[in-house]
């Protein structure tokens, strides 16, 4: 299983408008069948540079999945956010290999 995180710092001036935006992005990514699921979270720890920060985790079966969605459909999917948001935004991606899960649960 294979994480790829994108992490997104986003300019107050058009947060609301990204917050909206990215939702329906997350949609199409997962439309491309390269990926299981997405989260969509805020990262709680506050920025020198100022603004909020996200990280969009999306989950792929395979390091393959991964590399299919870089080939056929992640230039086209980044622009759109480019064009739209600019300099408003700063993202970097993370690719993370998962080793094992774990879990618990309580009566």
């Known amino acids: 299983m294979i994480i790829y995180n994108v992490t997104v710092n986003i300019d107050k001036s058009i947060h609301e408008e990204w917050l909206n935006w990215i939702k329906n992005h997350i949609a199409l990514v997962l439309a491309t069948g390269h990926f299981t699921e997405a989260k969509l979270t805020k990262v709680l720890i506050e920025e020198e540079m100022g ?57």
């Open 51 to 107: 603004g909020t920060t996200y990280s969009i985790q999306y989950r792929a079966k395979s390091r393959t999945d991964l590399e299919d969605y870089y080939n056929n459909h992640a230039d086209a999917l980044r622009q759109d956010g480019l064009k739209r948001f600019a300099d408003k935004m700063l993202a970097f991606r993370t690719e993370l290999e998962v080793i094992d899960e774990f879990s618990v649960s309580f009566n």
